[in-house]
């Protein structure tokens, strides 16, 4: 079974640019969760997806942060215009559905660096 | 709100040796889940181990074994005969049961770094 994907695996832009993350879940994964782990810190929710909807968005920055998860299968993440503060590792995981006991399998991340 | 605490920055153990790693939580639920994730050098994370709330038992899985305690609010991983693929970040992380509405997002700790010494 393929696992979930993310691209790319690094990248480096400069404050107030914009840059844009992919993932592709594990196949028939309804759930699909952005995680932000910032250097030294265990990762944060930053938007969880039921199928292409929303289920909680709380953690977002919306003011620079957006996300979609088109047809329900691959999702993106968007910042626009980045901080220094972004810097990151951006972690996808995926799940069977939304109930808790299905386990969230990871991606292997985007490690992004603003400077 | 939950929140996840690992006191250790840092651990070490020699190879073929038992080391416990801490964590405690905090939260008012009666319902929840536990979790130790492992996320060695650019890799990805995953599922070590899972503890549910309302079983008394310890989790174990092959080498990995929880010692979890509900009142004390405490979940620390004891890994035994300890291998050179150990070597990891570990995350404890919490997550609500069930019952409810609403995200069911991990809470995790800070992490502990694993060496293991050859």
């Known amino acids: 079974e393929a696992g979930v994907a993310q691209s790319p695996r690094y990248k480096i832009i400069e404050k107030r640019q914009s840059v844009a993350f992919w993932c592709n879940p594990i196949?028939?994964?309804?759930?699909l969760y952005w995680y932000q782990q910032i250097l030294g810190q265990g990762p944060k929710l930053l938007i969880q997806?039921?199928?292409?909807?929303?289920?909680?968005d709380s953690q977002l920055p919306k003011d620079r942060f957006s996300a979609e998860r088109l047809k329900g299968v691959d999702s993106t993440l968007k910042i626009q215009p980045a901080k220094l503060e972004d810097s990151a590792m951006y972690l996808c995981?995926?799940?069977?559905?939304?109930?808790?006991?299905?386990?969230?399998?990871f991606g292997p991340g985007t490690r992004l660096t603003v400077t | 709100a939950q929140t996840v605490t690992q006191s250790q920055p840092e651990m070490s153990v020699q190879e073929a040796e038992t080391v416990t790693l801490s964590c405690t939580y905090d939260t008012s639920e009666s319902d929840y889940y536990l979790f130790w994730y492992k996320q060695p050098p650019s890799r990805q994370m995953i599922l070590v181990i899972r503890q549910e709330a309302y079983k008394q038992q310890n989790a174990t899985e092959n080498r990995f074994s929880v010692n979890f305690q509900k009142a004390a609010k405490s979940f620390s991983l004891k890994i035994s005969d300890s291998q050179l693929g150990d070597a990891a970040m570990y995350f404890c992380a919490y997550r609500k049961g069930n019952s409810g509405a609403g995200s069911y997002q991990l809470t995790f700790g800070k992490g502990t770094k694993l060496s293991v010494i050859p």
């Open positions: 995981a995926s799940s069977l559905v939304r109930i808790p006991t299905y386990e969230q399998y």
């Open positions: 196949s028939g994964h309804a759930t």
């Open positions: 997806f039921q199928n292409n909807g929303v289920v909680d």
